[in-house]
């Protein structure tokens, strides 16, 4: 499975790159909106930053407005992924973009049909919110094993990117359930990296190396 690091803040993209894990961004409306510089120039700041897909969500909800977003989106860079909302208006934008090449992303999914829908549509990506799921009650972890299983028994060929993703058990099993990317909040990469053990052991080493020393 990828990462993914899912924020528009630029501070947070800087650091992450560093550790070289990231191979992508994801952003969505209520990050930018986080933000204080103009969505475009986000966009762009992050683009020079990282070499792999880079995920921008359209506002528009009629597909005419969708397709003409995305087709202003990715004048911006090459590495753009356009992310349509799972409509029926959606869906429509997304075969209109596929055949002209533009990659997309269909996100708010929340059941194995919309995916299977989306990727048939012509989807480069899917994007099951995995915590939202959670959040009422369900499992989210179950959508992407399912929807994992269908892409694999039908030879479909659309990747999943698990979002919504908020601690760090959410990644194993999203990435045991067969996501191709999980796309992770910076304070959930922050705690994959940490455990204990590692702590004491770096200091066990230490201690044990300063009492050979004679
Ligand atoms: C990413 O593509 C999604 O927009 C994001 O993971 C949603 O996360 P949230 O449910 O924590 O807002």
Redesign the pocket.
């Given at each position: 499975m990828l990462v993914f690091i899912?924020t528009a803040n630029i501070d947070e993209i800087k650091a992450s790159c560093q550790y070289g894990y990231v191979a992508g961004v994801?952003t969505?409306p209520?990050?930018i909106a986080k933000e204080k510089l103009p969505p475009d120039e986000i966009l762009n700041q992050i683009c020079a930053l990282v070499d792999g897909p880079v995920?921008a969500e359209v506002l528009a909800e009629d597909t005419a407005g969708m397709v003409a977003e995305a087709r202003e989106l990715v004048k911006i860079s090459p590495n753009i992924v356009v992310?349509i909302p799972m409509t029926g208006s959606g869906l429509k934008a997304v075969a209109i973009l596929d055949k002209e090449g533009i990659k997309t992303?269909v996100?708010l999914i929340f059941s194995a049909n919309q995916a299977l829908l989306a990727a048939r549509s012509g989807a480069t990506y899917v994007?099951p919110?995995i915590?939202?799921v959670d959040d009422i009650g369900y499992d989210g972890v179950v959508i992407v094993s399912q929807i994992a299983q269908i892409f694999d028994l039908h030879n479909i060929n659309c990747q999943i990117?698990a979002?919504?993703?908020?601690h760090p058990r959410h990644v194993t099993e999203v990435a045991l359930a067969g996501a191709d990317i999980g796309?992770i909040?910076f304070k959930v990469l922050d705690k994959m990296k940490a455990h204990p053990l590692t702590d004491i052991g770096i200091e066990r080493f230490l201690s044990d190396w300063q009492k050979s020393i004679k």
């Open positions: 899912d994801t969505n209520s990050l995920n992310k992303n996100t994007s919110f915590g939202r990117i979002a919504s993703i908020r796309t909040p």
